[in-house]
């Protein structure tokens, strides 16, 4: 079973760090209330995942998890009253998506949708750019939330490495690996500038690459620094199977990792545990189980 030493475990976040945990107390407050949230914080430091988590936290019977991009569609996708609807990187709409984003919210107020938007950057750095730009600050910019940077909280690199490279391991049909105290000490010491996707980019690398049971600080290929890698990652890709048999596969052996815990199972594929019993019941209902894979 995955574990990640002693942090505190949140559902989508294990941490140990002080900085996360005070986050996450204020978005546990904020998951219950109905109020529009905005998070800052750099690009790759699990805004989104934070997102998903308030939506987990307050979820609603029948609600759903919608994004929508402004600058690229034009439509605003459907919704229903008590659904969540993300908006990422807002700094970087333009005046047309701006505009765009305000005539959905005078559609589905707050009251009846909850709106998330995610940012790079503080809203005293876009709200200036426009009229309609600060209005959505004053609108959006309700509860405000900043995601740390992982070089803020270096405490929880080692138990995110162990957990990455677990799911790596179990998504490819990997024997289990460990890392060596070295390879370790490279990732605590290494400055992080693309946050926890950088660090899961890493790991994934090295997880697919390293021939041995312990990865060693040799393994750790930091983005752009080998081509060669990305070359054999390819070579290492399973053939010959369609997404919906990896897929389930992926499924029933996260649920034989978490011993059938189904909300454990859930988290770790990054799907709700309404998601994950629909699959499974159309699996059931194709007379497909464990047996099959």
Not at 91 to 98: F, K, N, P, R
Not at 284 to 291: H, I, K, Q
């Amino acid at each position: 079973m995955i574990t990640v030493s002693d942090a505190v475990d949140y559902g989508r976040f294990q941490t140990r760090s002080a900085a996360l945990k005070e986050v996450l107390r204020q978005a546990e407050k904020a998951a219950f209330v109905q109020a529009s949230v905005s998070i800052f914080g750099e690009q790759g430091s699990g805004r989104r995942t934070l997102a998903r988590w308030i939506f987990d936290r307050g979820l609603r019977p029948g609600a759903s998890f919608v994004t929508w991009a402004p600058e690229v569609s034009e439509e605003l996708p459907l919704l229903s009253e008590g659904d969540t609807l993300l908006i990422e990187n807002i700094d970087e709409c333009t005046s047309g998506g701006l505009l765009r984003v305000r005539q959905a919210m005078d559609r589905f107020p707050m009251n009846r949708v909850r709106w998330i938007v995610t940012s790079r950057g503080e809203a005293s750095s876009w709200m200036e750019s426009s009229s309609v730009a600060r209005e959505l600050a004053y609108r959006l910019c309700v509860v405000n939330l900043r995601m740390p940077r992982l070089q803020d909280r270096r405490e929880d690199i080692a138990d995110l490495a162990r957990l990455f490279l677990s799911v790596c391991s179990l998504v490819n049909g990997l024997p289990e690996k460990s890392f060596s105290a070295g390879a370790i000490e490279a990732l605590l010491q290494y400055s992080w500038v693309g946050h926890v996707a950088e660090l899961n980019n890493v790991i994934e690398k090295a997880a697919l690459t390293s021939e041995q049971s312990q990865i060693e600080a040799a393994n750790l290929f930091f983005l752009g620094e080998s081509q060669e890698q990305a070359e054999q990652i390819h070579q290492l890709v399973q053939g010959g199977m369609s997404l919906f048999e990896m897929e389930r596969k992926l499924i029933y052996q996260t649920l034989e990792l978490t011993r059938q815990n189904k909300t454990r199972a859930a988290q770790i594929l990054g799907i709700s545990i309404r998601t994950l019993r629909n699959k499974l019941n159309t699996y059931r209902e194709g007379g497909l189980n464990v047996g099959t894979l």
